[in-house]
């Protein structure tokens, strides 16, 4: 799947529609989110945060000092 290029300059956007919830695995609640990425009819599934921020991370092109791309 091609996704666009992550916003470059000031004014430029992407859009993510971001859900979080928790579920039951027996009696214990477990963290669960979602990112749709609407234009592309896309969505991702994620069972830990981490994995969620790391997706941002790359899609947004920051690293791991939390910057985004240099303009």
């Not at 430029?12 to 990112?35: C, F, M, N, Q």
């Amino acid at each position: 799947m091609t996704r666009p290029p992550s916003p470059a300059r000031p004014g430029d956007h992407d859009l993510y529609l971001l859900r979080v919830w928790y579920e039951l695995d027996g009696d214990r609640p477990v963290w669960r989110a979602s990112v749709r990425q609407p234009y592309l009819d896309a969505r991702r599934h994620f069972t830990t945060p981490e994995g969620l921020l790391a997706f941002l991370a790359e899609h947004l092109g920051a690293g791991t000092d939390g910057a985004g791309p240099a303009p």
